[in-house]
C-alpha cells in the first residue's frame, strides 16, 4: 500500500470513528441524558468503534 493510500484510509478511519462518537453524543443529549454521561458515551463510542457503538445502543438508549 503507497503512503497516499495509507493516509486516505487512516483519514478515513478517523472519519468514521469521530462521527461515530459525535451521534452518540447528539442521541444521548437529546434522550435528555446529563452531560457527564452524554461527554463519557461521546468519547467512549469514538475511541472504541465498533463496541463503543454496541454499547451504547443495547444499554445508553434505554430510558430510565
Same mark, same amino acid.
Given at each position: 500500500?503507497?503512503?497516499?493510500?495509507?493516509?486516505? $484510509?487512516?483519514? &478515513?478511519?478517523?472519519?468514521?470513528?469521530?462521527?461515530? %462518537? =459525535?451521534?452518540?453524543?447528539?442521541?444521548?443529549? !437529546?434522550? #435528555?441524558?446529563?452531560?457527564?454521561?452524554?461527554? $463519557?458515551?461521546? &468519547?467512549?463510542?469514538?475511541?472504541?468503534?465498533?463496541? %463503543? =457503538?454496541?454499547?451504547?445502543?443495547?444499554?445508553? !438508549?434505554? #430510558?430510565?
Amino acid at each position: 500500500m503507497t503512503t497516499q493510500a495509507s493516509a486516505v $484510509a487512516t483519514l &478515513l478511519l478517523l472519519l468514521i470513528m469521530v462521527s461515530s %462518537g =459525535l451521534w452518540v453524543a447528539f442521541d444521548a443529549r !437529546r434522550r #435528555t441524558r446529563p452531560w457527564g454521561e452524554v461527554i $463519557a458515551w461521546g &468519547l467512549f463510542a469514538t475511541a472504541f468503534l465498533g463496541l %463503543g =457503538l454496541f454499547l451504547y445502543l443495547l444499554w445508553g !438508549r434505554k #430510558t430510565a
